[in-house]
């Protein structure tokens, strides 16, 4: 397994390479920037922003530098770290993920979760998009949100859309990662609040397929005439249409098979504009609503336009608890990886670290994949701690550790896998983490 483990290193190192022999690219100043061999190079900050843990900036570039009495100070990568735009770490994510991402499909699908998260950075007033001045006594505050796409099969991020908390839109961020997306076929799993018609038809004309829970109340299921049984399998033909003529009210009277869009709604494949000699036009959406039983008193709603047949109701059952791997992987990703850990004030600098920080997730991820425990002595199989796949991939990444050493140590870090276990959810509130301290 070493091999793969080698093969892994060196596809991330030619992202790398490929990213700096276009650097001009990637700075402020072409002309300018990283002409002259400095302390700090282009491909040193790459590889900081990967490798970088959550101690202050002096005790990160001691640890980069191997202690050298040459070290570059904190302003000297503060310097070359500015002229690095955030492009550049957006796009070593996008050409790592796209190569080394392992094609597992279900049933010729990509199962990706659909999820967003807030991320706590330093207070700054004059940043509009992401300032929240606190109310009852709170403190003001900064939020960015992270929304991401995750395959649930290959434990990686394949996108990523972030943007301040007060103009983000976890809807229209999902449809942009749609949109822009290589994927041939995939299915879109998400939760409660990316129900919409725009989402629904972006997924549609990208001949993908979409598995989202809904409310049964003040949704999309609202108005509809649906079986009167706890359970139920209920396929919808709906047209949607913008234009409020004669022709077209006689037609919304019929709530199962045409619905009004007002022109405030969101709807990216019909004109919000209409002239009155203009033709009526509609635009068709299929889909299930799909009522399925959790407990005795207890159900569940989902929106489906997977084909019946091939996926029967308790199938989707199964396909949308898949969807709770994304939710341990932001945690893992803000704990583990070390995405609380921020060394900048500026959102944009933050950006670069975040992507960074995804970048090194998938890393990790995919080298705990490749390190196969041996399960014949062991009573349940087992699967690499990916908390020391994290610290270790960090020396590795910097060439500290062979990939034979490597895979020996993964396989001494192993927790043992227990399928269907289930606890509850634990009550108590951990309080974000400030590390404003830490800021260069």
């Known amino acids: 397994m070493s091999g793969k483990i080698a093969q892994t290193r060196k596809i991330l190192k030619a992202a790398i390479k490929e990213i700096c022999s276009t650097s001009w690219m990637f700075v402020r100043n072409p002309e300018k920037d990283f002409t002259r061999n400095r302390k700090i190079s282009f491909r040193d900050i790459l590889l900081f922003f990967l490798c970088k843990e959550g101690g202050n900036l002096t005790t990160e570039l001691f640890r980069y530098f191997r202690l050298a009495p040459d070290s570059a100070s904190i302003s000297a990568f503060i310097q070359q770290r500015d002229k690095i735009l955030p492009e550049a770490f957006i796009t070593l994510f996008h050409l790592f993920t796209r190569k080394v991402c392992p094609q597992k499909l279900y049933k010729g699908l990509r199962l990706l979760a659909a999820d967003g998260s807030d991320i706590q950075i330093s207070t700054n007033p004059n940043d509009t998009n992401s300032y929240f001045p606190g109310s009852s006594g709170q403190k003001p505050y900064n939020l960015l949100h992270l929304n991401a796409l995750y395959d649930l099969n290959a434990d990686v991020y394949i996108d990523a859309d972030i943007g301040g908390k007060r103009c983000c839109t976890e809807v229209r961020s999902l449809c942009k990662m749609v949109d822009r997306s290589s994927v041939e076929r995939a299915l879109v799993i998400a939760d409660r609040g990316y129900e919409s018609y725009n989402l629904m038809a972006h997924i549609q004309e990208k001949h993908w397929f979409f598995l989202i829970r809904v409310k049964e109340t003040h949704s999309i299921a609202s108005g509809l005439n649906l079986p009167d049984t706890p359970e139920f399998d209920f396929p919808i033909q709906l047209s949607l249409c913008r234009r409020q003529t ?195």
């Not at 000699?277 to 299930?288: E, I």
């Not at 008193?297 to 994304?326: A, C, Q, V």
């Not at 509850?424 to 800021?439: A, E, M, N, Q, T």
């Open 246 to 440: 004669k022709q077209a009210l006689s037609l919304f009277q019929n709530r199962n098979r045409f619905r009004f869009l007002p022109r405030n709604s969101t709807f990216d494949y019909l004109p919000t504009e209409n002239r009155k000699h203009d033709p009526v036009l509609f635009y068709d959406l299929s889909f299930r609503l799909v009522r399925i039983r959790l407990s005795d008193d207890s159900f569940e709603l989902l929106l489906t336009n997977l084909p019946k047949d091939d996926f029967p109701m308790n199938e989707l059952k199964s396909l949308y608890h898949l969807r709770w791997g994304i939710e341990t992987s932001f945690r893992s990703l803000k704990y583990t990886v070390g995405l609380l850990h921020f060394h900048a004030k500026k959102a944009e600098n933050i950006l670069k670290e975040v992507f960074a920080r995804l970048t090194l997730y998938n890393f990790s991820s995919l080298i705990a994949l490749h390190s196969t425990v041996p399960d014949s002595k062991r009573k349940s199989p087992c699967k690499v701690k990916f908390s020391a796949a994290v610290h270790l991939c960090r020396q590795f990444i910097l060439g500290n550790v062979s990939p034979p050493v490597l895979e020996a140590l993964l396989l001494r870090q192993v927790s043992s896998i227990r399928p269907g276990r289930n606890f509850p959810r634990g009550s108590s509130l951990r309080k974000p983490v400030s590390f404003s301290y830490r800021i260069a």
